[in-house]
Protein backbone atom coordinates (compact mmCIF):
# COMPACT_ATOMS: atom_id res chain seq x y z
CA UNK A 1 0.00 0.00 0.00
CA UNK A 2 0.89 3.45 -0.77
CA UNK A 3 1.31 6.17 2.12
CA UNK A 4 2.61 9.36 2.89
CA UNK A 5 2.93 10.72 6.72
CA UNK A 6 3.75 14.28 8.12
CA UNK A 7 3.93 13.35 11.99
CA UNK A 8 4.23 17.07 12.75
CA UNK A 9 0.60 18.57 13.05
CA UNK A 10 1.76 22.18 13.71
CA UNK A 11 4.85 24.16 14.25
CA UNK A 12 6.11 27.41 15.79
CA UNK A 13 9.34 28.68 14.09
CA UNK A 14 11.09 32.23 14.51
CA UNK A 15 11.17 34.39 11.79
CA UNK A 16 14.46 34.17 10.09
CA UNK A 17 15.30 30.69 11.31
CA UNK A 18 15.35 27.49 8.74
CA UNK A 19 12.59 25.34 9.65
CA UNK A 20 12.50 21.06 8.21
CA UNK A 21 9.11 19.43 7.87
CA UNK A 22 9.00 16.03 7.62
CA UNK A 23 7.66 13.71 5.34
CA UNK A 24 8.19 9.55 5.08
CA UNK A 25 6.10 7.41 2.23
CA UNK A 26 5.78 4.45 1.69
CA UNK A 27 5.80 2.52 -1.06
CA UNK A 28 6.87 -0.83 -3.25
CA UNK A 29 7.02 0.70 -7.04
CA UNK A 30 10.45 1.82 -8.18
CA UNK A 31 9.77 4.82 -10.05
CA UNK A 32 7.57 7.51 -7.63
CA UNK A 33 7.74 11.13 -7.49
CA UNK A 34 7.48 13.66 -4.53
CA UNK A 35 5.65 16.45 -4.16
CA UNK A 36 5.60 19.53 -1.36
CA UNK A 37 2.56 22.00 -1.64
CA UNK A 38 1.79 25.13 0.37
CA UNK A 39 -1.56 25.86 1.00
CA UNK A 40 -2.19 29.53 2.73
CA UNK A 41 -5.58 30.38 4.44
CA UNK A 42 -6.69 31.41 1.05
CA UNK A 43 -7.27 27.89 0.09
CA UNK A 44 -5.02 28.11 -3.01
CA UNK A 45 -2.65 25.06 -3.02
CA UNK A 46 0.84 25.64 -4.47
CA UNK A 47 3.50 23.60 -5.75
CA UNK A 48 6.75 24.11 -4.59
CA UNK A 49 9.20 21.14 -5.25
CA UNK A 50 9.34 18.05 -6.79
CA UNK A 51 11.89 15.37 -6.42
CA UNK A 52 12.11 11.80 -8.46
CA UNK A 53 13.12 8.55 -6.99
CA UNK A 54 15.90 8.21 -9.57
CA UNK A 55 17.02 11.99 -8.80
CA UNK A 56 20.82 11.57 -8.11
CA UNK A 57 20.29 15.38 -6.06
CA UNK A 58 18.49 16.85 -3.96
CA UNK A 59 15.98 19.09 -5.32
CA UNK A 60 16.36 23.06 -4.50
CA UNK A 61 13.67 25.39 -5.69
CA UNK A 62 14.68 29.04 -4.52
CA UNK A 63 14.52 28.88 -0.60
CA UNK A 64 12.79 25.62 -0.86
CA UNK A 65 15.25 22.30 -0.21
CA UNK A 66 13.97 18.69 -0.47
CA UNK A 67 16.26 16.54 2.18
CA UNK A 68 15.81 13.20 -0.48
CA UNK A 69 17.25 10.06 1.96
CA UNK A 70 15.93 7.10 -0.39
CA UNK A 71 17.14 4.31 2.31
CA UNK A 72 14.94 5.80 5.14
CA UNK A 73 12.11 6.95 2.54
CA UNK A 74 11.61 10.34 3.95
CA UNK A 75 11.65 13.75 1.96
CA UNK A 76 11.77 16.38 4.28
CA UNK A 77 11.34 20.07 2.97
CA UNK A 78 13.75 22.28 4.39
CA UNK A 79 13.25 26.26 4.22
CA UNK A 80 15.96 28.53 4.64
CA UNK A 81 15.51 32.12 6.45
CA UNK A 82 11.75 31.56 6.92
CA UNK A 83 9.45 34.73 6.30
CA UNK A 84 6.26 35.55 7.45
CA UNK A 85 4.69 34.72 4.43
CA UNK A 86 5.78 31.44 4.90
CA UNK A 87 2.72 30.87 6.93
CA UNK A 88 0.53 27.75 6.18
CA UNK A 89 -0.39 24.01 5.77
CA UNK A 90 2.33 21.93 4.02
CA UNK A 91 1.33 18.81 2.16
CA UNK A 92 3.59 16.25 1.30
CA UNK A 93 2.53 13.84 -1.92
CA UNK A 94 3.66 11.12 -3.64
CA UNK A 95 2.53 9.86 -7.57
CA UNK A 96 4.12 6.45 -8.04
CA UNK A 97 4.06 3.71 -11.14
CA UNK A 98 2.06 4.49 -13.93
CA UNK A 99 -1.40 5.76 -12.37
CA UNK A 100 -2.78 9.13 -13.97
CA UNK A 101 -5.04 10.01 -11.07
CA UNK A 102 -3.16 8.62 -7.84
CA UNK A 103 -1.26 11.18 -6.21
CA UNK A 104 -1.68 10.59 -2.56
CA UNK A 105 -1.38 13.77 -0.02
CA UNK A 106 -0.45 13.43 3.76
CA UNK A 107 -2.35 15.20 6.12
CA UNK A 108 -0.49 18.29 6.22
CA UNK A 109 1.54 20.25 8.98
CA UNK A 110 0.34 23.65 9.44
CA UNK A 111 3.75 25.87 9.93
CA UNK A 112 3.43 29.59 11.56
CA UNK A 113 6.33 31.80 11.60
CA UNK A 114 6.70 34.07 14.80
CA UNK A 115 8.16 38.00 14.13
CA UNK B 1 3.55 30.68 -15.52
CA UNK B 2 0.61 27.87 -15.34
CA UNK B 3 -2.89 29.58 -14.49
CA UNK B 4 -5.92 27.23 -13.17
CA UNK B 5 -8.67 29.34 -12.64
CA UNK B 6 -12.24 28.00 -11.16
CA UNK B 7 -15.49 30.20 -12.01
CA UNK B 8 -16.06 31.07 -7.95
CA UNK B 9 -14.55 31.68 -4.89
CA UNK B 10 -17.10 31.00 -2.03
CA UNK B 11 -20.72 29.33 -3.65
CA UNK B 12 -24.02 29.32 -1.73
CA UNK B 13 -26.49 26.78 -2.79
CA UNK B 14 -29.76 25.57 -1.48
CA UNK B 15 -30.49 21.64 -1.11
CA UNK B 16 -31.29 19.82 -4.19
CA UNK B 17 -30.05 22.33 -6.92
CA UNK B 18 -28.10 21.79 -9.58
CA UNK B 19 -24.60 23.09 -8.87
CA UNK B 20 -21.74 23.53 -11.57
CA UNK B 21 -18.24 24.21 -10.73
CA UNK B 22 -16.31 25.20 -13.48
CA UNK B 23 -12.19 25.19 -14.01
CA UNK B 24 -10.52 26.40 -16.90
CA UNK B 25 -6.42 25.82 -17.42
CA UNK B 26 -4.49 27.79 -19.59
CA UNK B 27 -1.22 25.61 -20.51
CA UNK B 28 -2.60 23.36 -22.78
CA UNK B 29 -2.60 20.29 -20.30
CA UNK B 30 -3.86 17.04 -21.03
CA UNK B 31 -5.01 16.23 -17.31
CA UNK B 32 -7.70 17.49 -15.08
CA UNK B 33 -8.71 16.89 -11.67
CA UNK B 34 -11.42 17.68 -9.27
CA UNK B 35 -10.99 16.97 -5.26
CA UNK B 36 -12.45 17.62 -2.92
CA UNK B 37 -10.90 19.26 0.93
CA UNK B 38 -12.32 18.48 4.55
CA UNK B 39 -10.47 18.87 7.76
CA UNK B 40 -9.58 15.41 8.82
CA UNK B 41 -9.83 13.51 5.78
CA UNK B 42 -7.33 15.57 3.40
CA UNK B 43 -7.54 15.69 -0.38
CA UNK B 44 -9.53 13.44 -2.15
CA UNK B 45 -9.70 12.97 -5.56
CA UNK B 46 -13.33 13.26 -7.29
CA UNK B 47 -12.93 12.36 -11.08
CA UNK B 48 -9.97 12.86 -13.59
CA UNK B 49 -9.95 13.71 -17.07
CA UNK B 50 -6.99 12.61 -19.24
CA UNK B 51 -8.75 13.82 -22.50
CA UNK B 52 -11.18 15.64 -24.01
CA UNK B 53 -14.70 13.87 -23.56
CA UNK B 54 -12.65 11.02 -21.31
CA UNK B 55 -13.53 10.47 -17.62
CA UNK B 56 -12.67 8.16 -14.93
CA UNK B 57 -14.09 7.93 -11.50
CA UNK B 58 -11.69 8.64 -8.56
CA UNK B 59 -12.23 7.50 -4.90
CA UNK B 60 -15.10 9.59 -4.40
CA UNK B 61 -17.49 9.92 -7.36
CA UNK B 62 -20.99 9.37 -6.39
CA UNK B 63 -23.08 12.08 -5.86
CA UNK B 64 -21.16 14.36 -8.93
CA UNK B 65 -20.65 13.87 -12.22
CA UNK B 66 -18.18 15.96 -14.66
CA UNK B 67 -18.03 17.42 -18.38
CA UNK B 68 -15.07 18.13 -20.48
CA UNK B 69 -15.93 19.28 -24.02
CA UNK B 70 -12.76 21.26 -24.68
CA UNK B 71 -9.30 20.66 -23.36
CA UNK B 72 -9.40 23.85 -21.28
CA UNK B 73 -12.46 23.42 -19.33
CA UNK B 74 -13.22 20.85 -16.97
CA UNK B 75 -17.30 21.14 -14.90
CA UNK B 76 -17.66 19.10 -11.85
CA UNK B 77 -21.52 19.17 -11.74
CA UNK B 78 -23.67 18.06 -8.40
CA UNK B 79 -27.15 17.14 -9.91
CA UNK B 80 -28.93 17.18 -6.56
CA UNK B 81 -26.42 18.98 -4.03
CA UNK B 82 -27.06 18.03 -0.62
CA UNK B 83 -25.63 19.57 2.90
CA UNK B 84 -22.81 16.65 3.22
CA UNK B 85 -21.72 18.50 -0.32
CA UNK B 86 -20.65 21.41 1.37
CA UNK B 87 -16.78 21.69 1.30
CA UNK B 88 -13.74 22.74 -0.25
CA UNK B 89 -13.14 22.07 -3.88
CA UNK B 90 -10.19 22.46 -5.83
CA UNK B 91 -9.38 21.49 -9.33
CA UNK B 92 -5.77 20.99 -10.37
CA UNK B 93 -4.16 20.13 -13.93
CA UNK B 94 -0.92 18.22 -15.26
CA UNK B 95 0.82 18.08 -18.36
CA UNK B 96 0.49 14.43 -19.17
CA UNK B 97 3.29 14.05 -21.13
CA UNK B 98 6.37 11.61 -19.98
CA UNK B 99 6.28 10.08 -17.29
CA UNK B 100 3.42 10.08 -15.23
CA UNK B 101 4.87 9.74 -11.79
CA UNK B 102 7.08 13.16 -12.69
CA UNK B 103 3.45 14.69 -13.84
CA UNK B 104 3.13 17.81 -11.54
CA UNK B 105 -0.35 19.03 -10.74
CA UNK B 106 -0.99 22.65 -10.89
CA UNK B 107 -4.12 23.71 -8.27
CA UNK B 108 -6.73 26.19 -8.81
CA UNK B 109 -7.51 28.93 -5.98
CA UNK B 110 -10.33 26.23 -5.14
CA UNK B 111 -14.66 26.94 -4.55
CA UNK B 112 -15.83 27.13 -0.98
CA UNK B 113 -19.60 25.60 -1.64
CA UNK B 114 -21.69 25.18 1.13
CA UNK B 115 -25.11 23.61 0.60
CA UNK B 116 -28.06 24.85 2.90
Known amino acids: AQKITQTQPGMFVQEKEAVTLDCTYDTSDPSYGLFWYKQPSSGEMIFLIYQGSYDQQNATEGRYSLNFQKARKSANLVISASQLGDSAMYFC????????????FGSGTRLSIRP | DVKVTQSSRYLVKRTGEKVFLECVQDMDHENMFWYRQDPGLGLRLIYFSYDVKMKEKGDIPEGYSVSREKKERFSLILESASTNQTSMYLC???????????????FGPGTRLTVL
Open chain 1, 93 to 104: AMRAGNSASKII
Open chain 2, 92 to 106: ASSPGTGALYRDTQY
